[in-house]
């Protein structure tokens, strides 16, 4: 997979994104380093899961290619500035994130500068890891589809839930556990 120089995939970012935030500054050389690593031939090899949904999920999205409608960008919200880059084809992944480091008294522009500037080494942590994909959770056609014995929607690629209790199901997870949102009556 052929990437561009730092500055034109950073550029891109900051365009996607809106402005240019030390946020986008870590994600792209968080992203940059994990292509380096899991060495994708194509996009078709490559799932990225992305531990935070803040800045760094535009720059890591934009400088690697992934999309989460296309199923190969998962988040995975553990609020970490930090990235696992998952090459299909060859089944290595590493997970890439953050040295401590402080920026003391710089104003927003030095840090910036100063993300930019640092080394590899000096920044990032890296490391290889074990991704265990199940099938459904792999890019292409829903593997599975039920319908919620509640509520009657449909869930896709083995996202339901079965009562422990009692054993059945299928349930979606908002029947089940609860929704995010509340029906207004």
């Known amino acids: 997979m052929q990437t561009a120089s730092f500055r034109e995939v950073l550029q891109r970012c900051v365009d996607y994104h809106g402005h240019f935030c030390i946020g986008q500054a870590l994600g792209v050389r968080i992203a940059l380093k994990g292509l380096e690593l899991a060495a994708p031939e194509s996009e078709k090899d490559l799932i990225v899961f992305v531990e935070n949904d803040r800045c760094i999920a535009d720059a890591v999205l934009i400088a690697t290619g992934t999309r989460l409608g296309r199923r190969t960008l998962k988040l995975v919200d553990y609020g970490k500035m930090a990235a696992t880059f998952v090459n299909l084809a060859k089944d290595v992944a590493w997970r890439v994130g953050l040295q401590p480091f402080e920026l003391g008294d710089a104003s927003k522009d030095e840090a910036k500068e100063r993300v930019l500037a640092m080394s590899d080494q000096e920044l990032l942590t890296w490391k290889k890891v074990r991704v265990r994909l199940r099938e459904e959770e792999l890019p ?10 509640r509520c009657g929607e449909k869930v896709f690629d083995g996202k339901d839930v079965s009562d422990d209790a009692g054993g059945t199901g299928p349930f979606c997870v908002s029947c089940l556990h609860g929704a995010y949102y509340e029906p207004e009556v």
């Open 140 to 149: 292409g056609k829903p593997k599975r589809i039920v319908n919620c014995i």
